[in-house]
């Protein structure tokens, strides 16, 4: 199961501010790439897919399959799901923390309820070789919180996703004050930060008859604030007021887990929730520190930050006739429509020389924006995309001898020239191994043909293709042992490796092992091929 891709947000009008032009990262950067598209391509033009999962934020993906879970939500089982992955994790060994190890733990009573599985089916195909199920369940989390009402929550990258299923357990609601506290321990968060996960976590959702019978005795779901799709601090007032439903603190009592926490510091952080950026900025750094609780040895990658101007899916294809076609975008972060904007792309050749004529103007539409929006919408940053598309051509021509070594961005304004060259450096491109356009596809499969710049000599040419197997991400990988022919009708600056496959499912790459080095393609998307 996977997304019925439906974004209904259309465009945001916002503040004209340019962020100011930090680097966050040097591109190309496949991992952070990726990462930062996940995490910040929330919504609109080229919009990955969690935020659709969120729209409304009471919206639930299993309605037909379980008619019985009225009052379930997605929103709610991505946040349960990276607690319970988490709540494994033994500060004293390092052992368990998020690791996608909750499939594996699915039988144990703390686990019942069908959203962990229902997590795993919608969140698996989000998953690749740079986000792992982990990744993609403490982004989730993020997602579900940012999108719905909450603050901005620091994510990382680089969890590892587990085999084996971990030893630590997760708290279950009968098991009184004193194990909770030295549970919370085990995981890392002191007594009041345990009040804060708890109420930050149980902003959402509720508790269902079906998992919990001793609890909720009938009726689908009772959900532990009024508020139960949105992430606010209602969930402390209607406590601390007495006209909370919370099934937690007015259930039976052997069961009132939410109760005995909340009351546990005579209600002091309870009470500071009142204040609804004290409430914010706890579960902001709550939450972060929670997905950032990983198996010991596991290095997470820097928090990731927006790249301002951002390439992407760059590609060269070798055409044959003498010429390369350069295609691809550009998001520009934090970026108004300005019909006066006139955007190039600038390129060196492949001896990073510049010429006079190495230069086409991007294009765009004003459907091309994209929308990241936190706090209830007080943050609304959107961005602008540009194709490399010419009228002719969809992509700009050069020449395959001189070829090209990296390109740039000039934004002219009014009188205002912008230069956007990555601090000197440019957007670096290899040019060493590329998809030919003679490639093909028959009802015995995809002959793809390769092209390998002449004068080198690779060890391996093969692709990389990313597939999804018993749940979890994995590289398939495809030597190209076709034997290289230069064919002259195809031009003397590339011969065309050969190989018989089938068409990749997901994204994919070309890559070359040339002289001890690995030269790539950026991810191809899945496309069709002429017919052969
Ligand atoms: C002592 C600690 C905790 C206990 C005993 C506890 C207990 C429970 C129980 C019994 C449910 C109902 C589940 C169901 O009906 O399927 C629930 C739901 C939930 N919990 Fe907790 N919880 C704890 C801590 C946390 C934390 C720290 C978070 C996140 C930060 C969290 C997030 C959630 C969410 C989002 C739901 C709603 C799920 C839904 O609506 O389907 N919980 N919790
Ligand atoms: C209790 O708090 C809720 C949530 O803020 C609010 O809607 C409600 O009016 C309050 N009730 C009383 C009696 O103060
Ligand atoms: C905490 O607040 C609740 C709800 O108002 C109240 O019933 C309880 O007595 C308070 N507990 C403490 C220890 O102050
Ligand atoms: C640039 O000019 C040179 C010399 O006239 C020509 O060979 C080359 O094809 C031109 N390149 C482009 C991109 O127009
Ligand atoms: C050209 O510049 C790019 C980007 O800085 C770099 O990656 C590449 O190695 C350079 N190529 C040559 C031949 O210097």
Known sequence: MGFPFSSRWTLFVVAAVYSSRVLAYTWPNPKLDELESQRYDRLGFNARALASGLIPCDRFEFTNEEPDAVGRLNAADWVRTAYHDMATHDVSDGSGGMDASIRLELDRPENTGRGFQDTVDLLSGESNRYASLADVFALAMVVAVEHCGGPKINYRGGRVDATVANTGRVPLPDEGIVKHISSFQRQGFTQQEMIGLVACGHTFGGVQSKSFPDIVKSGGVVHFDKTFSNF???????????????????????????????????????????????????????????????????????????????????????????????????????????????????WANRKNQTCSNCSSSLSHTTNQASQFITDNGKTQIQSLWYSFDSPSTQGFTISDSASIGKFWFEIQEGNNKIVEDQNGIGYGLQDMVMISVTSCESSSGLKLDVAVRTGSTPSRVYIEADEISNGLPIVRTVDVTGKPSPLSSLGKNYAIWTVKTTRPARNWNIAADIGGKKYTTSNLAIRGFPAC
Request: glycine letters at 6%.
């Open 232 to 346: 606010d601090n209602s969930i402390a007032h209607e406590y601390l007021n007495g006209t909370t439903s919370n099934p937690l603190v007015v259930g039976p009592d052997l069961t009132n887990s939410d109760k005995r926490i909340f009351s546990s510091d005579n209600n002091q952080t309870m009470s500071s929730f009142t204040n609804p950026d004290v409430f914010s900025q706890t579960c902001a750094s709550l939450l972060a520190r929670m997905i950032d609780t990983v198996p010991k040895g596991v290095q997470l990658t820097e928090v990731i930050e927006p790249l301002i101007t951002k390439p992407q899916s760059v590609a060269l294809t070798y055409m044959g006739d003498g010429t390369l076609l350069l295609t691809g975008e550009v998001r520009f972060w934090d970026m108004q429509e300005d019909p006066t904007r006139k955007v190039s792309l600038k």
